[in-house]
Every structure is written in C-alpha cells, then in structure tokens.
C-alpha cells in the first residue's frame, strides 16, 4: 500500500491546473444510459472513481473508452444488455446508486445494490427513491438491493419537493424525468454547479430543462434523447484545497482555470481569514493579503454556502491561524475523522456533536497519520505542507479516487513530496 511523505517548507509559487470535477463527471457518465446514441466528455478527471463507474456501466453493456490519456471518455450505451448493478462494484463507491433513475428511465426495470463510498455518516438514498415513486416507479428493497420498476406506460411526471437539498437525489431525478411522459417538478433541488453541469450535458442531448441552478427545475420529458459532446466542469473542491495550499504554506499560487463563481462563499471566507484572491483569464491567484491567517468561523452547506467537502481542508488551515475557529458540519454527521489525526501532528480541536473547536497553534510537527476519506486525506497532505519535519500519509488509496497527479501538482509549485510503496 502506498503512502504520500510530505516534509514541511518554504514558501509555494507557480501554476497547478485544476482538472475537470470528479463529482460532475461521475454524474455526466450515468447519462449515457439514457440514449442510444454516444456520449463524449472532454476534461475527464483521470481518477479511480471514473475508472470504478467505467466498470459500472460496462457491466451494464455500456461501452466507455478511454482516449488522450484518459481526458476523453467516449460512450455508447446502444446495446444495453443488463438491468443489474452489483455490490461488488457499488460498494465501492456511493455514486453508483446514479445508474438507477437513467436505467429505470430507459429500460423500465433496474436492480441497484445499495452503495456504500466514503464512512461520514449514515447517507441513506430514500430522497433518492421518494423522487422516482413520484414518477410512477414501484420499489422495493430486497437483499440489499432496490428493485425498480416503471409502469406499463413508462414513468411518468410528478412533482418532487425534497425535504431538505440532495445532490445525488436531485441528479438521479433529472436523469429520470428527462424521459418521462409530461413534466416533472423538483422543489428544493440543489443549485451545486455540478447540476447545472449536468443539465447543460442533458439539454444538449435533446432534454427539455429550466431552471437549472434555482431550487426549482422543471422537466419536460421526450421521448428520445441523442449523442451529444459534453466538457467537464471544473473542479470546484479540487480548486479549492489547491487555493488553500498558499495559505498554510506561504507564497503564492495561481489555479489554472479557477473561476471566483464556482466558490464564493469559499473565497469569502478564506478571504475573512486573510487571503487574497484575484481572478484573471489564467484562473485564480492566491496569496496571504499581509501576516499570518486569522481564524474564522465556517458552517457548511449546500451551494452556494460553504461545501462540506472543502471543510477538513479548512480546517488544516485554521490549525495555525491566529485566534479560535469554530467549524460547524451541516451536512454530514460523522465528518470530524480528520480531527484525530490533525490532534497527532500538534493540533488543537475539540470536537463536540456537529461542532469542532479549532485553537491555532504556532507550528504542526510531522508525523505518521492515516487517511480516513477522501477529503480527510488531502487535509492531512496540506497540513503537512507547512509542518515541521516529514508528515506520512498512509491509505493514499481514498486520494486516489479523488485528485489527479497530487504529488506532481504540488513538486510543481515547489513542495516537498513524494509518493512511496509501503512494503506489506
Ligand atoms: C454529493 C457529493 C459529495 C458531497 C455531497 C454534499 C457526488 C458524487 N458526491 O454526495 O462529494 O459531499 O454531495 O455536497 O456528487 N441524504 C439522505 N437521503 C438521501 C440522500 C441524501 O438523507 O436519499 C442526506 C445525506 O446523508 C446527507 C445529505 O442528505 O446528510 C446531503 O447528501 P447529498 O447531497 O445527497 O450527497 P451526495 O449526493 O451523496
């Protein structure tokens, strides 16, 4: 098993590209299901989660290449020849549960095993199915797998108002509805730029689709929907946790294709701690504006407030701002796991309920520390940037699935890092 060693030190400068979004991509893939014609993504993020939901379709009797080194995902779903997505292959990543309103949408039957994907909380999918019974569907959960199936005529319809926001609710129901007879409602959708992503991919499919990036999108279902060529938006989280690189280690940094209007509230808040953020054609610079970063408190939430996956990320920074952060996690119950191993680099956090307490010390020390998800592992990577002595990231695995070429991004604005097989 890998590890990423990262020692502490100086300053950063230069250029990272940021890739095209994992989460937009994984959602843009399931899209094929629904139409005969191929389906083209450019700026693919060149990730193990792409190759995980490349496998899903596949066993569906979807055809995914991958060509220009993985940039470009060329797919057919002509000849689908399955309804069934198995375990073996959900379980490994929560996203895959995205296969079942396209499936549903064009076969009129799906058999989806019930995700697993990263341990922060419980991340039921009964938004996920409420949606698609409101388009007619009959459910059933069996074995750990929901069996689904339209009625006669195909789905229909309805009208979703989502109790409270669902990103992969909010796809899955899009996807659904594009190819059901009449219009679809959904209330309290989310507003995520991976939506708006996605409607944009669908309408240039032939989908009938309006307000995309409100809290209400109406559907107009079709009968058919064709090939399209589709890029992939930026990668807002990816951008993110780049942005905050600067901040933790000094220097400054510019974020190849960054725009301002995938993050504000984000860069609000980075800028209330004491950054400074410039938007030109190249992307985003950024830099400390004067002295050390300041605490500040953040509570995450659906877009546009603060994302909950920038926030273990945040909260390496504010692990040696000046002053006492309070983090409040709104989205997911169990999303703290970062904090123990922060604690063992020399990190002061209390964790009570949904609420982490964050008092900036002068310096982290490296120190062995091990991944726990996705986001934690990047988090653990930055504080190491800024650390004194060598931090080892054990369990690279879940930053694999997550961010492209990390070692080589950071050597290329100066850190010092390197990625080493473990023995065992
Ligand atoms: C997506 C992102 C993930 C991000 C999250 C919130 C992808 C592949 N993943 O995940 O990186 O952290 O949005 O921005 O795009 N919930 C229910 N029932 C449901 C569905 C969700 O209770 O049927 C709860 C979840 O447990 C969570 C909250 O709703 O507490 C929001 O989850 P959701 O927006 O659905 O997240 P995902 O789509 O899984």
């Given at each position: 098993m890998d590890s990423i060693i990262v020692t502490g030190g100086g300053p950063l400068s230069g250029t990272i590209p940021i890739a095209g979004a994992k989460n937009a991509c994984l959602t843009l893939m399931p899209a094929t299901l629904l139409s005969d014609e191929p389906l083209t993504l450019t700026n693919a993020p060149r990730?193990?989660?792409?190759?995980?939901?490349?496998?899903?379709?596949?066993?569906?009797?979807?055809?995914?290449?991958?060509?220009?080194?993985?940039?470009?995902?060329?797919?057919?779903?002509h000849d689908l020849n399955g309804e069934r997505a198995d375990y073996d292959i959900v379980r490994k990543m929560r996203a895959s549960i995205l296969v079942l309103g396209p499936l549903l949408a064009r076969q009129g039957r799906a058999v989806v095993s019930l995700?697993?994907?990263?341990?922060?909380?419980?991340?039921?999918?009964?938004?996920?199915?409420?949606?698609?019974?409101?388009?007619?569907?009959?459910?059933?959960?069996?074995?750990?797998?929901?069996?689904?199936?339209?009625?006669?005529?195909?789905?229909?319809?309805?009208?979703?108002?989502?109790?409270?926001?669902?990103?992969?609710?909010?796809?899955n129901a899009l996807?659904?509805?594009?190819?059901?007879?009449?219009?679809?409602?959904?209330?309290?959708?989310?507003?995520?730029?991976?939506?708006?992503?996605?409607?944009?991919?669908?309408?240039?499919?032939?989908?009938?689709?309006?307000?995309?990036?409100?809290?209400?999108?109406?559907?107009?279902?079709?009968?058919?929907?064709?090939?399209?060529?589709?890029?992939?938006?930026?990668?807002?989280?990816?951008?993110?946790?780049?942005?905050?690189?600067?901040?933790?280690?000094?220097?400054e940094v510019t974020l190849g294709g960054g725009r301002r209007n995938l993050l504000d509230a984000f860069c609000t808040k980075i800028e209330e701690a004491g950054?400074?953020?410039?938007?030109?054609?190249?992307?985003?610079?950024?830099?400390?504006?004067?002295?050390?970063?300041?605490?500040?408190?953040?509570?995450?939430?659906p877009f546009p407030g603060?994302?909950?996956?920038?926030?273990?990320?945040?909260?390496?920074?504010?692990?040696?701002?000046?002053?006492t952060s309070v983090l409040e996690e709104k989205i997911f119950e169990n999303r703290f796991m970062h904090a123990p191993e922060l604690i063992r680099m020399g990190a002061e956090i209390d964790v009570h309920g949904g609420h982490a307490t964050v008092t900036g010390v002068d310096k982290l020390k490296g120190a062995p520390v091990m991944a726990t998800d996705l986001r934690a592992s990047v988090s653990l990577i930055l504080a190491g940037l800024a650390a004194q002595g060598e931090?080892?990231?054990?369990?690279?695995?879940?930053?694999?699935?997550?961010?492209?070429?990390?070692?080589?991004?950071?050597r290329g604005v100066g850190a010092n890092i390197e990625r080493i097989k473990e023995d065992g």
């Open positions: 990730l193990s989660d792409i190759r995980t939901m490349s496998q899903l379709l596949g066993s569906l009797g979807a055809e995914v290449s991958s060509l220009s080194d993985g940039l470009v995902l060329a797919m057919s779903s995700p697993g994907g990263c341990a922060i909380g419980a991340r039921p999918v009964d938004l996920h199915l409420k949606a698609l019974e409101a388009m007619g569907a009959e459910l059933e959960l069996r074995d750990g797998y929901v069996h689904a199936k339209a009625p006669s005529g195909g789905l229909h319809g309805g009208i979703v108002d989502f109790p409270f926001v669902s990103v992969g609710a909010t796809e996807m659904a509805a594009t190819l059901a007879r009449g219009t679809t409602v959904l209330k309290n959708a989310a507003q995520e730029p991976e939506i708006v992503d996605l409607v944009h991919c669908l309408q240039a499919m032939g989908a009938q689709i309006s307000g995309e990036g409100t809290d209400t999108i109406e559907i107009q279902g079709v009968d058919r929907l064709h090939g399209a060529t589709h890029r992939v938006v930026t990668d807002r989280i990816e951008l993110g946790t780049y942005m905050l690189a600067p901040l933790v280690a000094g220097g950054a400074e953020v410039t938007e030109s054609d190249a992307g985003l610079t950024v830099k400390r504006a004067n002295g050390p970063m300041q605490a500040v408190d953040v509570e995450t939430q603060f994302p909950t996956d920038l926030q273990a990320q945040m909260m390496a920074l504010l692990c040696t701002a000046q002053g931090t080892r990231v054990g369990r690279v695995y879940h930053l694999d699935r997550g961010y492209e070429h990390v070692v080589a991004k950071l």
